[in-house]
């Protein structure tokens, strides 16, 4: 299938709704598969001994991968098209997922972050194919509705993450199960065998990636049309992407406000496992993740109808106060409502990246393409999560959440400001 081949008739709706459903068996996995790293960080932190900096480092090889994996994507999908590319991405993160058996048995911490960095390029690469894909594959009228609609699987598959690595990773280690407020040394057989928690679930992972990628292989996906080719040379000649503000201040933007969610992610569990926060065991503390993550998919589903009525910009002014808020309370308080207060920025990190990327791309025109890599690109800021683990090892983890809550203020800034779709002269 090319890019360039004819769309079927936009009056067969019957073509894309099974097209649509199995797409959104990919926005699933790649939200489950990118948020059990919250599960999967804390495990691998006492098998392997690590500091804080040497645990985020683990999810900043992740959000590399974004970074290097970006154009090249691009460019496999134009010369081998956008339903081989998903395959071929499926088959990156199935064999990923597999490498993470031998760095088990290893155990090896270079072997994990070479794996994860194979998932993440495989998912990397469907991000690049599929949103695209969604945005033509049916009527351009409800083009957006179809995004929203996959973008509530991909919040699904990160809201059930952590009751999954929880019960399989954490629940399974001595680590994972240890008393909450008890600090466990484990011995050499003892880590040893919490490293083979994560064979299980990975084989698990792997097999799912392996049948979709087949089914995928196999399904008659409607064809793209002209619709994804990039708009012609002379019709974006004498255009320039940093003459629109709102995209020039929008790409820091994603890049800041994913060092935010993910290290909220990432640190949770660690966090509220603190004696004077929840003195849960990792494994209970999964559970309170699973709240997290599924208050940002009821926020999506509340910001999607609010901002029917309040304007975009004004929605996510008020997201990025009422987050900046709850990360200061979680930074100074103690017990459940600093307990709380971080599992309640879920609802007010909903709506940041779409909101953010919408407004990005907003008036480019012929740009809109160029614009839109560009904010993908920016998705490597998850990559600087690895910031907040320097701090929580100089000054303490709790102290480091004052970065998250600064980055909730650039936020701010774009929205009333930055956002504001004028042409800079």
Not at 169 to 182: K, P
Not at 374 to 388: D, E, F, N, P, R
């Amino acid at each position: 299938m090319t890019a360039g081949a004819a769309v079927p008739s936009a009056g067969a709706v019957g073509t894309y709704r099974p097209a649509l459903t199995l797409l959104a068996s990919l926005f699933f996995m790649w939200g489950f598969i990118t948020v059990i790293n919250g599960t999967l960080l804390p495990h691998l932190r006492s098998v392997f001994d690590l500091s804080y900096t040497q645990t985020t480092l683990i999810e900043s090889v992740w959000f590399i991968a974004y970074f290097f994996a970006s154009i090249p994507s691009a460019k496999l999908i134009e010369r081998v098209g956008y339903q081989r590319a998903m395959v071929i991405g499926l088959g990156m993160m199935a064999v990923g997922a597999l490498l993470m058996v031998p760095a088990a048995r290893i155990p090896s911490y270079g072997v994990t972050l070479f794996a994860l960095f194979v998932i993440a390029s495989g998912i990397t690469l469907l991000q690049v194919a599929a949103n695209p894909y969604v945005a033509v594959v049916g009527p351009p009228e409800t083009a957006s509705s179809r995004l929203n609609l996959v973008q509530a699987f991909n919040s699904a598959g990160a809201t059930l993450a952590p009751l999954f690595g929880g019960y399989l990773i954490l629940g399974r280690s001595t680590s994972g199960t240890a008393a909450a407020g008890t600090t466990t040394v484990l011995t050499q057989a003892e880590r040893l065998a919490d490293a083979q928690a994560v064979v299980l679930p990975y084989l698990i992972v792997a097999a799912v990636l392996a049948v979709l990628a087949i089914v995928i292989a196999r399904f008659p996906l409607p064809a793209m049309g002209a619709a994804t080719q990039r708009a012609a040379k002379q019709e974006r000649r004498g255009h320039s992407l940093w003459k629109h503000r709102n995209l020039v201040f929008g790409i820091p933007a994603i890049f800041i406000y994913l060092i935010a969610e993910i290290g909220v992610g990432n640190l949770f569990i660690n966090f509220v496992s603190q004696p004077n926060i929840g003195n849960l065991s990792h494994q209970q503390a999964s559970n309170y993740l699973f709240l997290l993550w599924g208050g940002m998919m009821i926020g999506r589903l509340v910001g999607a109808a609010a901002m029917q009525r309040i304007d975009a910009r004004h929605a996510l002014a008020i997201a990025s106060i009422g987050a900046a808020a709850v990360m200061l309370i979680a930074s100074v308080a103690t017990g459940h409502v600093a307990m709380w207060a971080l599992i309640s920025v879920g609802l007010f990190h909903s709506i940041m990246f779409p909101t953010i990327f919408t407004l990005g791309i907003r008036g480019l025109g012929p740009l809109t393409e160029e614009g839109s890599g560009l904010l993908i690109m920016a998705i490597a800021g998850g990559a600087l999560v690895v910031v907040q683990g320097w701090l929580a090892d100089h000054y303490g983890l709790q102290a480091s959440f004052l970065l998250t809550a600064a980055c909730e203020l650039y936020v701010l800034f774009y929205a009333l400001w930055g956002a504001k779709p004028v042409m800079a002269k």
